[in-house]
C-alpha cells in the first residue's frame, strides 16, 4: 500500500470513528424542530405531538419552531441552510415537494437539501363551506358556481398547496370558476370561511375538525379514496359525484444533507419507537391525521411521486409555476 492510499484510508477510519462518537454521545443539547407551516396547522400540531414522544426517548427538549410563509418555501429555506449535525430538523412534507414544481425558484431543493429520516402521517382534504351558505352538497356548490361564475371566492392554504391544486382541479372538472385567495396557511384559510371572508375552501381535516364540531363549518366532501374515519357522514367527492379528483398531504422528518449516518439512524430509530407508542398514534388519529410510518427509502419515493402528480395536475388545471 503506498504512501497516499494508507494515509486516506487512516484519515476515513478516524472520520469513522469521529461519527460513531458523535452518534454514541448525540444527542447532547436540544434539537430544534422547523415546522414551515403556522402554529395550529396539521403539521405543527403532528410535530408538537410527535416531538414530545421524541424528547422523552432521546434525552432531550425538542423545540419547535414555526417558520411559515410561501406556502412553507420560507421554513425548508432555513432547514436547508442549517448545520447538518442533527440539531435541526423539519417538518418534510407534500407540499415541500409539490413547490419543486409550482414556483420556479422555491430557494432549496427536496430531494437534494435533505436526508428525509421517515414518514409520519397523512391528512385528508375536505371540502367546507359557512353553514349560513345554505349550502350543504357539492352539487349545490356546483351550482351555486355555474350560476354566478367567477363571483364566488375560495381560500387555500397558498400557491401550490394541495388545497389549491385540489380547488383548481375541482372547477376544472365541473366547468366553473372562482376567485383564488391564498392565505399563509391552512388554519387562517379555514378561518376564512368559518368568518365569511371567502365561500369555500378545500381545507385539512385536522384543523377543520373543530370548526366543523362546533358547527362553524359545513363539510360538503372528502377529497380521498374513501371516508375519513372522524368524518364517516361525509361522502367522498367521488361519491357526491364529481369521480377522479383525489388529494391528500402527507409528511414526516428531515434533516440537512450531509447529517452524519449513524445520527440519521439513531433519530429514525426514535421516530420509530414513538410512532408505535399507542398514546401517540391516538393523540395524531383524534386530531384528524393517519398515522403513516414509513422508511427514508419509502418516503423519498412518494416525495418523487409527488413531484410527478403535481406536473401533471399543473397541467390538468391550468396553473402556471410561480
Known sequence: MNTLRRALVV?????????GAHAQDYPSRPIKWIVPYLAGTAPDTAVRITGDALSKILGQPIVVENRGGVAGNLGAQLAAKAPADGYTWVYSSSPMATNMRMYRNPG?????????????TQSDSVIVVNPDSGITSVKQLVERLRASPGKLAYASGGVGTPSHLGAELLLAATKTQALHVPYKGASESTNAVAGKQVDFALALVGPALPHIQGGKLKPLAVLSPKRNARLDQVPTLAEAGVPGIEVVSFGGLAVPKGTPAPV??????????ALAMPEVRTKLEASGATVRPSSSEVFSQSLKAEIALTEKLMKAASIEAQ
Open 264 to 273: 440519521v439512524k439513531k433519530v429514525q430509530d426514535a421516530l420509530a419507537q
Open 11 to 19: 484519515a476515513a477510519a478516524a472520520l469513522g470513528t469521529v461519527a
Open 108 to 120: 432549496f431543493d427536496v430531494m437534494k437539501d435533505f436526508v428525509h429520516v421517515g414518514g409520519i
